[in-house]
């Protein structure tokens, strides 16, 4: 476990802590946090609503790991972890759920995917996510995983606006179907969108292609959750050394 101090704005120092989230009480936290944040800002219908949680069939088998604020004790980010073996006897990663991914036998090495990560509104920043980061890269350091997958959202309430004009930006320099194709199995509703909308990225779609990640193919339009999810796949020889000092094992 990594704890370590950061400073999120000019009036006050916080110091957050990364931690791998085990037993109940600890992953309760977690899907009380993703249902805060995914019902409240994206209207998305839950498993687990009537109990204030965002709750599924893979949680358990998943590893969980969150950011913790030390003053207030309180679980300000967190995502999970599926790895090849668990979803061997899952017989799915989730992210088939929603892609038909062609080529995935063949990636050479273990695979981990990355899912439901949050952060709660008043933390989403860059030190948030580098603790949170810190951990991802001890977990895929510990493992010796070769590559990391799953989906970043972008919100649909606009009626796919700003979801087609990220998508025009990320096709002309993070698409690449050399080691994976993800195959949309609800693809977006066609929109007629000028070539000069500008959208801004949502940050952690940003701080995956930050990483090296890139995407694999057209999104897939989530209608539970109303956001367009996109399929990245970060291969560890291709980390951005600008962030490799968080993943040591992978360069």
């Not at 590893?63 to 300000?76: T, Y």
């Not at 991914?101 to 050479?108: C, K, M, N, P, Y």
């Not at 500008?198 to 057209?218: F, H, Q, S, T």
């Amino acid at each position: 476990m990594t704890q370590i101090a950061v400073t999120c704005d000019t009036r006050t120092d916080r110091r957050l802590q990364a931690e791998r989230l085990m037993g109940p009480q600890a992953l309760r936290e977690a899907q009380m946090l993703r249902f805060s944040v995914f019902s409240g800002e994206f209207n998305a219908k839950l498993k687990g609503a009537e109990f204030g949680l965002d709750m599924d069939d893979y949680d358990s088998h998943c590893r969980h790991i969150g950011v913790r604020d030390l003053a207030s004790g309180e679980l300000v980010a967190t995502t999970r972890l599926l790895d090849h073996q668990a979803a061997r006897g899952l017989g799915r990663f989730y992210s088939e759920e929603e892609f038909s991914l062609h080529g995935l036998g063949h990636l050479q090495g273990p695979i981990l995917e990355i899912g439901r990560t949050c952060v709660a509104p008043a933390y989403r920043n860059g030190g948030t996510i580098a603790v949170l980061w810190g951990e991802l890269a001890e977990v895929l350091n510990e493992g010796g995983y070769s590559y990391l997958m799953g989906c970043a959202s972008i919100p649909m309430q606009d009626g796919g606006i700003q979801a087609h004009a990220i998508m025009q930006r990320l096709r002309e320099r993070y698409l690449c179907n050399q080691h994976l194709r993800a195959e949309p199995k609800n693809p977006l509703p066609v929109l007629d969108l000028p070539g000069n909308v500008i959208a801004e990225m949502p940050p952690l779609l940003k701080a995956y292609m930050r990483l090296g990640a890139k995407i694999c193919g057209e999104p897939c339009w989530d209608e539970d959750f109303q956001v367009a999810d996109v399929f990245i796949l970060l291969k560890r020889d291709d980390l951005c050394p600008r962030y490799a000092r968080h993943f040591k094992a992978a360069v």
